[in-house]
């Protein structure tokens, strides 16, 4: 049963969203091999660059059901390591969202291992869902439709999640959505900043991805450069193990807490791809760097520099080269950037 719901890897070429009067449709263009692996788990219609899923509700739903006033999704998420559900109105308003984290697992594996992070997604994805439903004030027959993570992610993981909607979805008659785990990262800023508006500039960092994404319409997505070997958080979480940080939060807010003490100025890191006028990022000439360091150099310095240089290599690479290449374009960037800086004490000229 795993492998139904493979760790896909593909690139982004274009996702779009798309509604029917009787179900949600959630069609994924994407490049993979393994896409005919999810027509176990969901009514599939694919080919070489489009993914569709989507299960049809028989309950009589008129497109104006979908609107803001109506619209109530059940969110799910098990891609990796915390289990998490939301409920979200369409108009954006989040009514609830609940996260158990597998911080005590990362410490005791040194790292996600996908067969215990399957066992703890199912231990607790029903009272997850439930807690989401109470805090919501809501229940089951409430929602309009369940939306769940179908990927990228780890593939045990993921099918606990894709479990649990199937159940529900089919136990209550809603039509289910298969959210592609990238758009959702894409498109989330949407809920806090009302008034972001496209086209917009997406930099996507999330466990094992890099992107840089230009945002052009619901629906429509330009990769513009993504990691050429190692994404920002394996680079993380890399430094924080040969530094011994508590690793319960994960590498990057370890790093970042040692960092507050450190002196940014006492030694310098090279910083990687300066000649290279594209989009693109790279970050194991940095893991290099560092490493040779860490045996002569104090870690809180050695902390300090490391996210002095992570934030203004993406910070140059994000603004100078997109800006660059796609000046005509009204670009918002960056609240995680600027949001890091902020935290650490940077002041940032790019």
Not at 167 to 180: D, K, M, W, Y
Not at 227 to 244: P, Q, R, S, V
Not at 332 to 350: A, D, H, K, N, Y
Request: proline share 2%.
């Amino acid at each position: 049963m795993a492998s139904l719901v493979p760790s896909l890897p593909f690139k982004i070429s274009s996702l779009r969203l798309l509604k029917k009067s009787c179900s949600l449709l959630h069609s994924i263009k994407l490049s993979t091999t393994n896409i005919q692996l999810y027509s176990n788990h969901f009514q599939v219609n694919y080919n070489k660059c489009s993914l569709s899923a989507h299960i049809s509700s028989s309950r009589n739903r008129s497109a104006s059901d979908f609107g803001d006033a109506h619209l109530v999704v059940l969110g799910i998420e098990t891609s990796c390591d915390d289990t998490a559900a939301a409920v979200v109105r369409g108009n954006g308003e989040i009514l609830s969202q609940v996260v158990s984290s597998q911080a005590e697992l990362l410490v005791r594996y040194g790292g996600v291992a996908p067969k215990m992070a399957e066992e703890a997604h199912a231990k607790v994805i029903d009272q997850v869902v439930q807690e989401a439903l109470d805090k919501a004030e809501l229940l089951e027959r409430d929602i309009s439709a369940i939306a769940v993570t179908i990927g990228p992610g780890l593939s045990l993981c993921l099918r606990v999640g894709v479990q649990k909607a199937r159940r529900l979805a089919g136990s209550f008659n809603l039509p289910l959505v298969g959210v592609h785990h990238m758009e959702a990262h894409a498109l989330v800023a949407r809920l806090t900043e009302r008034d972001l508006r496209f086209p917009f500039l997406v930099l996507l960092i999330s466990g094992g991805h890099n992107l840089l994404i230009l945002a052009r319409g619901l629906g429509h997505y330009i990769q513009l450069g993504t990691t050429i070997d190692d994404a920002i958080g394996e680079a993380y979480d890399k430094t924080a193990k040969w530094l011994c940080l508590d690793m319960r939060r994960s590498g990057g807010p370890a790093i970042e807490d040692l960092a507050r003490e450190g002196d940014s100025k006492s030694v310098k890191f090279k910083v990687p791809m300066k000649q290279h006028k594209d989009c693109n990022f790279s970050y194991a000439g940095l893991k290099t760097q560092v490493r040779l360091a860490i045996e002569s150099s104090n870690m809180y310095v050695l902390s300090q520099l490391y996210v002095n240089c992570f934030i203004a290599y993406v910070s140059t690479r994000c603004l100078f080269q997109t800006c660059m290449c796609f000046h005509n374009y009204t670009l918002t960037l960056g609240f995680l950037i600027l949001f890091l800086g902020q935290r650490v004490g940077l002041l940032l000229s790019v």
